[in-house]
């Protein structure tokens, strides 16, 4: 017997209903039996032509934000069909519904917005947020990601139009690691924009005012987190592209109350690691031997230095011995306890005595890094001198580009490659096509969270976590590690291949609601076998049966 979906919904609104649409695809019985007779072509599609079909259009179009809104479009009409397609060509269309194009979408979104998806909750609903999570037609969700906009990618403040990327990132968390769509929430919170040309713009969706801050904000997003935990218990929460005056903020207001995580701060940082374990087994060398340092010293670049802190700790070190092999780097210069202005307790742990350097060149020369981790998003800034003098300090230095999108990158791969002689271990945050160099191919691979969240998430939903701790991104980092081959080190890639996603998430998945389970936070019973157990409860796109055939 095959499982029959039940729902009350007949004819045309069948068709509009992007959770349970199969357009083409309905049955002989079904079109008979749900008064679809007559309202589609004759003949019944199979699910592969329909693919192929689907496939077919996105093809025709040669800018990638055109095909992504194609691909948006079948979000909104047939979600099943548009999940098989990003499963199947994941290499192909993760660049479009995810980073870089989404980095142009959001730019555009008020421009090319065709359909409402997800909660849009503005400071003008205050008092009233319980009534729009009401009205999310959705019965169950596991998962919300939520953004302000205020710092989407590297593109700064944009607004409601930030909306892309919560979007995405669910995307991702269905085509990656399995959870069902129809549990999934993306969510803007609109406090207004500070982006002028938005302001400026007529179809500009979002509240035309300045950003509200302070206790207003505060007391939206608790008024927020209450809705919807009220509504869905044991909902996890994804905190997404805030600015940093508001990323630890509200991490450290929710991490031990909600099951919550910043994916810039937290995610980034367990790709990063990741990427340090790889480089680590490429030059046979250990992390506590290290000396890294940062351009750009936001949430990002704090993320990763404390969690590459903690790693080296594991390793023997002791935290102040740890710390000191870190620094960073950010528009002011070489950050100092000298600064004037005070230093977040994010940074604080790692500002230099002193620091006559004005350049990251000159902060190169000084501190003799063997690694230096991009997150500044300034475009090109590991100039070809930075490069070639870390390839002078360095016998194999190790270059993380990550700002995205493309355009923010601090250098290429080509560069990154070339101006250390082909010796550079080499991770970026937009995707680069592969590399020859003196006869060798290089396959750089994106130190992006897209290899950790998705997996991240299914455990701590998989598991009902109570809370997500912050060593599950390190036991995240160590799989991910583990799942790099021999052979992709060979060809400068320092993660897996994207092909390898699905099984990626699983394997993160069992181990972080181990994790999870271990340390008493999980709402359910430990199954017998956890890993088996996960891959099962993994959502796959195939459409449903609405009629016994
Ligand atoms: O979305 C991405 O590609 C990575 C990320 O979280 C960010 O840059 O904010
Ligand atoms: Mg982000």
Known sequence: MTDIKDTTLRGVNLLRNPWFNKSSAFTEKERDELGLRGLLPPRVSTFDEQVTRLKGIIDTYEKPINKYIVLEGAHNSDECLYFELLVRYIDQFLPIVYTPTVGQACLQYSHIFRYARGLYVSSEDKGRVRQLVANVPHKDVDIIVVTDGQRILGLGDLGVNGMGIPVGKLALYTACAGVNPQKTLPVCIDVGTNNEELLNDPLYMGLRQKRITGPEYDALI???????????????????????????????QYKDKVPCFNDDIQGTASVVVTGMFSAMRALKQQLKDQKVLFL????????????????????????????????????????????????????????????PAETFLEAIREIKPTAIIGVSAQGGAFTKECLEEMAKINERPIIFALSNPTSKAECTAEEAYTYTDGR??????SPFKPVEYKGKTFVPRQGNNHYVFPGIGLGAIFSRAKLIPNEVFLVAAKVLADMVK???????????????????????????AGYIFDKNLAEIEKPADLKKAVKDAMWDPKHAHFIQE
């Open 222 to 252: 608790a008024e927020f987190v209450d809705a919807v935990r009220e509504r869905w218990p044991n909902v996890v929460i994804q905190f997404e592209d805030f600015h940093n005056s508001h990323a630890y903020d509200l991490l450290d």
């Open 296 to 355: 750009g010293a936001g949430s990002a670049a704090t993320g990763i230095a404390h969690l590459i802190a903690d790693a080296m700790v594991e390793e023997g070190l002791t935290r102040e011995e740890a710390l000191a092999r870190i620094k960073l780097f950010d528009s002011k210069g070489l950050v100092t306890k000298k600064r004037t202005a005070p230093l977040t307790p994010a940074k604080m742990p790692f500002a230099a005595e002193d620091a």
């Open 424 to 429: 550079c271990l080499f991770a970026c945050g």
């Open 486 to 512: 021999p052979e992709d080190l060979e060809r400068g890639s320092l993660y897996p291949a994207l092909s390898e996603v699905r099984e990626i998430s699983a394997e993160i998945g069992a181990a972080v």
